[in-house]
Structure formats: structure tokens, C-alpha cells
């Protein structure tokens, strides 16, 4: 039997507890399934070195900010790029 990093169990809870809401964040900015578990995916990866390096000080709010983030990025790639003129 393979013990199991607490690091990697505790960050599966973590996973589970959040999902529903960075996806309906997700599904409410996009209006499809498959590009807001995309954008969640995205999210959830970016917690993994944010929580080694610095945890955000509120959890749930980080989240849906960057499950936003995610989401602009999904509907205009690059619209935010520095040297974009602003419209």
C-alpha cells in the first residue's frame, strides 16, 4: 500500500470543497461546461504554487478571481496583453 503525501490529500479536499463554486464562476462568465472546467483547471494549478509560496490570505475570494481571470483569458486571448490599445 502507497502512503499518500498529506500535502496531496489535503489539496484533494481543498478540491473538492471548491470545485462547485470556481465552476459555477466558470460556467456563469463562459456559458459552456467544457470552458469553465477548462478556466477551473487553470485555477485550481495556479493554487498549487501559490498556497508552497505564499497562500492567499483569503482562499475562496482568490479562487473565483483568478476562475474569472481564466475565463476573460478563454473569450479574448491576449486582450489584456501589455501594449494593447485600450478601446
Known amino acids: 500500500m502507497d502512503a499518500v ?3 496531496r490529500t489535503a489539496f484533494a ?8 463554486s470556481v465552476l459555477a464562476v466558470g460556467i456563469g462568465a463562459l456559458g ?6 477548462d478556466a477551473a ?3 485550481f494549478a495556479a ?3 501559490a498556497l508552497a509560496d ?3 490570505r483569503e482562499l ?11 475565463a476573460i483569458d ?5 486582450a489584456f496583453a501589455p501594449g494593447t490599445p485600450s478601446r
Open 41 to 43: 483547471r487553470e485555477a
Open 60 to 70: 475562496r475570494a482568490w479562487l473565483i478571481r483568478v476562475t474569472r481571470n481564466r
Open 13 to 20: 479536499i481543498l478540491y473538492e470543497r471548491r470545485r462547485a
Open 32 to 37: 459552456s461546461r467544457d470552458d469553465a472546467e
Open 47 to 49: 493554487l498549487a504554487p
Open 5 to 7: 503525501a498529506p500535502g
Open 54 to 56: 505564499q497562500p492567499p
Open 74 to 78: 478563454h473569450v479574448a486571448p491576449g
